[in-house]
T-cell receptor, first 114, second 117 residues
Framework: EAQVTQNPRYLITVTGKKLTVTCSQN?????MSWYRQDPGLGLRQIYY???????DKGDVPEGYKVSRKEKRNFPLILESPSPNQTSLYFC?????????????FGAGTRLSVL | AQSVTQLDSQVPVFEEAPVELRCNYS??????LFWYVQYPNQGLQLLLK??????LVKGINGFEAEFNKSQTSFHLRKPSVHISDTAEYFC???????????????FGQGTILTVHP
């Protein structure tokens, strides 16, 4: 089954404790992206990757890092989480960066930073 | 940069009534349009998309949307809603104009549709 898998689904942590949210897709997609969803703001792009070793900032990259060492994985790293990073995070992938391609979303990771 | 405005943050309706969720975007220059649905505690699922051709597009679960280039709108409609349609709906625009925003998916703020019995 084609899917985008995020782990963990739920995470509670404390300020300053480094964490990683993993994202993996099994569709051999080139393009992957991270979004955060906040009430009243919709989804905003954090980082995206057009292919292996090619990443770029989205609209709200501050406080986040990503890497794309393999095609299937695109982890989101919070080096020193802060309470304003409490949010619902989604990973997405599409065949390429071509705007016609549909983006497929993971089930989401709900993060709380205390 | 593109912006997407969903004009209603919440839409309450009764079961079997028609519904329209409104979406406007900032530029009609070379974009593709999407509606996604998010059921409680789930990820986003594609409802429908407009890439080209007929301005009336049909999606899953009986939803349809009409692309209006002159009004830069892409409103979502359903003639008769069910309790199971209760969810949050997101309009999104993907830029095809080239440059640094090529391929970027920009979302609206979301509309919570609540269907009452």
């Amino acid at each position: 089954e084609a899917q985008v898998t995020q782990n963990p689904r739920y995470l509670i942590t404390v300020t300053g404790k480094k964490l990683t949210v993993t994202c993996s897709q099994n569709m051999n997609h080139e393009y992957m992206s991270w979004y955060r969803q906040d009430p009243g703001l919709g989804l905003r792009q954090i980082y995206y990757s057009m292919n292996v070793e090619v990443t770029d900032k989205g609209d709200v990259p501050e406080g986040y890092k990503v890497s794309r060492k393999e095609k299937r994985n695109f982890p989101l790293i919070l080096e020193s989480p802060s309470p304003n990073q409490t949010s619902l995070y989604f990973c997405a992938s599409s065949r390429t960066g071509d705007p016609k391609n549909i983006q497929y979303f993971g089930a989401g990771t709900r993060l709380s930073v205390l | 940069a593109q912006s997407v405005t969903q004009l209603d943050s919440q839409v309450p309706v009764f079961e079997e009534a028609p519904v329209e969720l409104r979406c406007n975007y900032s530029s009609s220059v070379s974009v593709y349009l999407f509606w996604y649905v998010q059921y409680p505690n789930q990820g986003l699922q594609l409802l429908l998309k407009y890439l080209s051709g007929s301005t009336l597009v049909k999606g899953i679960n009986g939803f349809e949307a009409e692309f209006n280039k002159s009004q830069t709108s892409f409103h979502l409609r359903k003639p008769s809603v069910h309790i199971s349609d209760t969810a949050e709906y997101f309009c999104a625009v993907r830029d095809n104009a080239g440059g640094t925003s090529y391929g970027k998916l920009t979302f609206g703020q979301g509309t919570i549709l609540t269907v009452h019995p």
